[in-house]
């Protein structure tokens, strides 16, 4: 078994170096069969000489050699299309390796560009594989590194450029953080998993869906399944959507379809065009309602774009304001929830709440609106097929 410490070894060797060695006395005491090597992934025509202290270290040429066009054999000159070409290579590299059976982590480090060569292809890494980044841009958004993944990105706080008072104390924390993500690993491979035997359902919800999502969870728990809850905030959807493709997941209930509305009036929290794809095309039991379909997401009140400055508006938190949805806008969710769903073969029912669409869409509450909500529970109910296997019911209340 192997863990490996990826980077750029003809700009980053010292740092990879102190971090396998590092990582390898981590692991000396409970897993001293796993072997550290350090991967290079340099782009430039450098060949490191530094001595690599008996830390095995894999030639960039060999991480080339795996690219998938195998008549690609020398990068190009221009770095973005070097760090593009690599990373790709990185991907079928890890990929050999995890498939061999070897691979049982992988840690990586660099600035902007080693990041965002490194990151895809430890994304590419199966759920549960221990995978991190020591990185400089481990803040703000990181959503083009991390997204749907358990990636793990590292804070470096200082420039990876060599081992100073602060990059020691940061590279011998994520040495400990990976080795013990190893050895959880390790030891759950020889204990039994009642939840292997479950069948799981995925559940979207958000703040304003939270009662209904709890009652359901609580009630396919005690029936006996497995439940995986995504906070319906864009990655959220994408993530379970990753999953029911992954084969975790076996059915779904998409209460809160809120990411619908900011993908189409344009909030910060949107799904893409491929919403509700992943059930459809796995063909596995989807029940959907119109959850949070009363908002969308925008940061704090200062972003609101000016287009919407005479909307209704409601401060969820400093971070998060909520816009309310009109009449048209809600005819246009209806008409891409019911375009998707009359694709779909499998079972599907489509709940439409009769008291609210979210917990603030209620008589006395900020964005009750019965005419809008009436709107898109009519035009939905309208625009599906119904058929045997795709059916629309009533219910009482989302939130």
């Known amino acids: 078994m192997e863990v490996l410490c990826i980077g750029t070894a003809d700009t980053k060797l010292e740092e990879l170096l102190?971090?396998?060695t590092r990582l390898r006395s981590s692991l000396a005491a409970s897993a001293p069969k796993v072997k550290v090597s350090i991967v290079d992934v340099s782009t430039?025509?450098?060949v490191p000489t530094q001595d690599s202290k008996d830390i095995a270290v894999i030639a960039r040429d060999t991480v080339l050699s795996c690219y998938p066009d195998s008549s690609q054999q020398d990068l190009p000159d221009d770095r973005g299309e070097a760090i593009a070409l690599m990373s790709k290579a990185l991907q079928s590299f890890l990929k050999n390796r995890y498939e061999a059976g070897t691979l049982v982590a992988a840690v990586g480090l660099g600035g902007s560009g080693g990041t965002a060569l490194i990151a895809p292809a430890l994304r590419s890494l199966p759920l549960g594989v221990p995978k991190l980044i020591v990185s400089t841009v481990a803040s703000g958004n990181t959503a083009p590194y991390v997204g749907t993944s358990d990636l793990v990105l590292f804070p470096s706080v200082v420039d990876i450029c060599g081992i100073n008072s602060v990059s020691r104390v940061i590279l011998s924390n994520a040495?400990?953080?990976v080795a013990g993500m190893v050895c959880g690993i390790l030891m759950a491979s020889s204990e039994s998993d009642e939840t292997d035997t479950k069948l799981t359902v995925g559940i979207t919800m958000f703040g304003v869906t939270t009662q209904c999502a709890n009652a359901v969870k609580h009630r396919l728990n005690k029936e006996g399944y497995e439940t995986l809850v995504f906070h319906a905030t864009g990655v959220g959807g994408k993530a379970m959507e990753e999953l029911v493709r992954g084969g975790f997941i076996q059915g779904v209930l998409d209460i809160t379809?809120?990411?619908v509305a900011d993908h189409i009036v344009g909030g910060i929290m949107a799904c893409d065009e491929t919403r509700f794809d992943a059930a459809i095309d796995k063909k596995i039991p989807l029940v959907l309602s119109v959850g949070a379909l009363d908002m969308v997401n925008f940061g704090a009140h200062d972003t609101i774009p000016a287009a919407f400055s005479d909307r209704k508006?409601?401060?969820h938190n400093e971070q998060i304001s909520l816009m309310r949805t009109t009449v048209e806008e809600n005819k246009k969710f209806?008409?891409?929830?019911?375009d998707k769903l009359n694709k779909s073969l499998s079972t599907v029912t489509v709940c439409l709440p009769?008291?609210?669409?979210?917990?603030i869409d209620a008589p006395g509450m900020p964005f009750y609106d019965p005419e809008a909500t009436s709107a898109l529970l009519d035009e939905l109910n309208t625009r599906l097929v119904k058929t045997e296997n795709r059916q629309v019911s009533s219910c009482y209340i989302i939130c």
């Open 44 to 46: 430039t025509k450098t």
């Open 18 to 20: 102190f971090l396998a």
């Open 354 to 359: 009769q008291k609210g669409i979210s917990a």
């Open 334 to 338: 209806a008409q891409f929830i019911a």
């Open 313 to 315: 508006i409601h401060i």
């Open 175 to 177: 040495a400990s953080a």
């Open 257 to 259: 379809t809120t990411e």
